[in-house]
Nanobody
Framework: VQLQASGGGLVQAGASLSLSCAAS????????MGWFRQVPGKERELITA????????YYTPPVKGRFTISRDNAKNTLYLQMNSLKPEDTAVYYC????????????????WGQGTQVTVSS
């Protein structure tokens, strides 16, 4: 499956930003999806994941209550709504896919998108 993320940009602290990830090549609903982020010098960090049917969702504690993951299986698209952004949210954000939800939770993901930069100024 090919993944194309978009929607990154530069915003001020407290603002909102929405990311999208368009999937192609395979049946979107066959894959669990998620978002990772990475800052220079650090490992990629899982921030949120959603199961194939949308019934299971995980958020890492630093973003819980501020970020919302959603998917539209009819449009083959994954979304990440980010509210109340903080400077520490600055990172490259990657959408990911795997047939097995647990593999996303353990960062053993098969498919990665190209990343989109999110920069939050103070």
């Amino acid at each position: 499956v090919q993944l194309q993320a978009s929607g990154g940009g530069l915003v001020q602290a407290g603002a909102s930003l929405s990311l999208s990830c368009a999937a192609s090549g395979r049946t979107f609903s066959d894959y669990a999806m998620g978002w990772f982020r990475q800052v220079p010098g650090k490992e990629r960090e899982l921030i949120t994941a959603v199961s194939r049917d949308g019934n299971r969702i995980y958020y890492t504690p630093p973003v819980k209550g501020r970020f919302t993951i959603s998917r539209d299986n009819a449009k083959n698209t994954l979304y990440l709504q980010m509210n109340s952004l903080k400077p520490e949210d600055t990172a490259v954000y990657y959408c990911v896919a795997d047939a097995i939800y647990a593999r996303i939770l353990t960062a053993q993901v098969n498919y990665w998108g190209q990343g989109t930069q999110v920069t939050v100024s103070s």
